[in-house]
């Protein structure tokens, strides 16, 4: 884990859209590479560990290479937005550290980041994560000590992005007082409340948990600690242990929707023919300075279509939590069947539009169910 500044972040998305495809490489203009860290703090479990970053002047065709020393580091996989390294669990009683070299043609000189990791873990807890769905999955927590009280839960992984907590004490310490201000507000101690919530947060023994309503496409974090509680106060018993969840999208439909534009001064007007889809589907309008603008030529990524996914399902679940129903979340705004839409629009800018089907089932969450189709403007 390690903070990652959420001004750098920001600046790293601004910039994003200016990724081009050049060949040969302009010796004038070299592909450039900024990355939100160059130092990474790594816990003794290690993992997936991403890094964001922003690539100018890209080559057409051009690959990242990822160069150490070591055989605890690898490269698991680059997305849009992220350079991912799979850092291996740490298996020796002290700090180890390693130089990553990553490599882009014509990028001069390579881009240096720093790993240091922590020493090994002494796992007091195993996670099994069974009957994983698309928005559900289970945990089984099985401690060590079957007498310790410990915490056992889940979070989303892009809390630890959003808000720079890389520090697992700093994280346990912010729990604690959330936990800690509701109790106040029901005139009880952080103890008198903990006791309530036992077993649905704290437990002994093998704890086994069903989570629902989780985000498709997104990635979670199974955690656990072992606490003990005091009046308002609360000792730490054990290391913060965690496993990482990735939650799959759910099965696409077999849809493809027929899509046309006409424009002319600042309007434009958008046909959708969803071919047979019965369904609701949702339309999204991207100019060439949004971040789901893609460049003419490009394919979708996996990240680029979760984030799309993401992008929807939080706007229907901000929805539901003030009170809709999917249904009529979906009634307000997704379509059915052939449309045409007319949508203002500035002189001189491109446009993408992105189509694709959307359900909800027995009334859940809505969620994305076909590969989006697209058309440029």
Not at 94 to 116: H, M, Q, W
Not at 221 to 237: C, D, K, V
Not at 244 to 256: E, N, W
Request: proline share 6%; aromatic share 10%; glycine share 8%.
């Amino acid at each position: 884990m390690r903070k990652i500044s959420l001004l750098i972040y920001a600046l790293l998305v601004a910039i994003m859209p200016f990724v081009v495809s050049c060949e040969p490489i302009d010796p004038d203009n070299p592909p450039q590479l900024v990355l939100d860290t160059y130092e990474l703090n790594v816990d003794g479990g290690g993992g997936d560990i991403p890094l964001f970053y922003a690539l100018r002047n890209g080559v057409k065709g051009g690959e990242f290479e990822v160069v150490t020393a070591v055989d605890w580091i690898s490269l698991k996989e680059v997305t849009q937005s992220t350079i991912v390294l799979r850092i291996e669990p740490s298996d020796i009683d002290e700090e180890r550290f390693a130089s990553v070299t990553i490599k882009y043609p014509g990028l001069d000189p390579a881009v240096r980041v720093s790993v240091l990791q922590d020493k090994q873990l002494l796992n007091k807890y195993s996670f099994d994560i069974t009957n994983i769905t698309y928005n559900s999955c289970t945990v089984t927590y099985s401690p060590v000590d079957m007498s310790m009280p410990y915490m056992a839960n889940v979070i989303d992984a892009e809390y630890f992005r959003q808000s720079g907590v890389s520090d697992m004490n700093v994280f346990v310490e912010t729990e604690m007082a959330t936990y800690r201000d509701l109790a106040g507000r029901n005139k009880m101690t952080l103890e008198e409340l903990m006791g309530r919530v036992t077993p649905q947060l704290i437990y002994k023994g093998v704890a086994v948990r069903d989570f629902a309503g989780m985000k498709p496409g997104s990635t979670y974090i199974a955690y656990s600690y072992g606490i003990t509680f005091h009046g308002n106060e609360y000792t730490l018993l054990t290391p913060v242990h965690q496993k990482r969840i990735d939650i799959p999208m759910p099965k696409m439909y077999d849809v493809t929707f027929e899509l046309s534009s006409q424009s002319s001064g600042g309007m434009a007007m958008f046909s959708i023919d969803p071919k047979g889809w019965t369904g609701y589907y949702s339309v999204q309008i991207a100019p060439e300075d949004s971040v789901y603008y893609l460049q003419p030529g490009v394919s979708m990524t996996e990240s680029f279509i979760k984030g799309i996914a993401s992008s929807f399902y939080d706007k229907a679940r901000k929805s539901m939590a003030s009170g809709s129903t999917a249904e009529q979340f979906l009634q307000g705004s997704c379509y059915k069947g052939a449309r045409q839409l007319n949508v203002s629009i500035e002189s001189g800018k491109r446009y993408m539009l992105i189509v694709f089907a959307v359900e909800s089932e027995n009334g859940s969450v809505p969620v994305m169910r076909s590969m989006p189709s697209m058309l440029y403007l």
